[in-house]
């Protein structure tokens, strides 16, 4: 079983869509758990960073931590085009090199 | 502010030539790492530098692969004698220290012919 399982799409919605994003994870020593956005030939952009298990909201997104069912998500609400893009999920086991676990990544596409 | 920068953003070389990737990190950052990302493998971590301390290499794949960070700074990723498995993307990442959020630059796309 990989550290990290993401379903890696494509998912295409329609503009205003609400969209969910999974991850599920295997290691319970896992602590502090990120998503990243990644647009084609750029680098992955930070989006969220949370540590404890319930739900963390910035602006139209919302990152949802459940480490009793080792199960993370990304909600976007008010989908834009602009949101179109590669998400992942990355998590950090807080050992002693700090090194960041990916899932694959699920590709978005937001239609106008 | 500025933020990770790499280069060169792309590379093309022939099969068992050695090539040497920078990264200038955020300027404070004093965590830097280097990771790897290729198509059906995703993301993988190859090595992390914390200050001026011994790197920890535990992702590096093979002896071809090498690191170093010189002043706590600039850091150089050296690929010898290159084969073709070598093509992906080489991502480098800076943090305000170890556990604290990391941030990519867009990395070097190097291609092995």
């Known amino acids: 079983q990989k550290e990290v399982e993401q379903d890696p799409g494509p998912l295409s919605v329609p503009e205003g869509a609400i969209v969910s994003l999974n991850c599920t994870y295997s290691n319970s020593a896992f602590q502090y758990f990120m998503w990243y956005r990644q647009y084609s030939r750029k680098g992955p952009e930070l989006l969220m960073y949370t540590y404890s298990s319930g739900n963390k909201e910035d602006g139209r997104f919302t990152a949802q931590v459940d480490k009793s069912s080792k199960y993370i998500s990304l909600f976007i609400r008010d989908s834009q085009p602009s949101d179109s893009a590669t998400y992942l999920c990355?998590?950090?086991?807080?050992?002693?090199?700090?090194?960041?676990?990916f899932g694959k990544g699920t590709l978005l596409t937001v239609n106008p | 502010g500025a933020g990770v920068s790499q280069s060169p953003s792309n590379k093309v070389t022939e099969k068992g030539k050695d090539v040497e990737l920078r990264c200038d990190p955020i300027s404070g950052h004093t965590a830097l790492y280097w990771y790897r990302q290729s198509l059906g493998q995703g993301l993988e971590f190859l090595i992390y530098?914390?200050?001026?301390?011994?790197?920890?290499k535990s992702g590096l794949p093979s002896d071809r692969f090498s690191a170093e960070r010189t002043g706590g700074s600039v850091s150089t990723l050296t690929i010898q004698r290159t084969q073709q498995e070598d093509s992906a993307v080489y991502l480098c990442a800076s943090a305000l220290g170890g556990g604290q959020p990391q941030h990519f630059g867009d990395g070097t796309r190097l291609s092995i012919l």
């Open positions: 530098f914390q200050g001026n301390s011994a790197p920890d």
């Open positions: 990355a998590i950090d086991s807080g050992g002693s090199n700090y090194k960041l676990t």
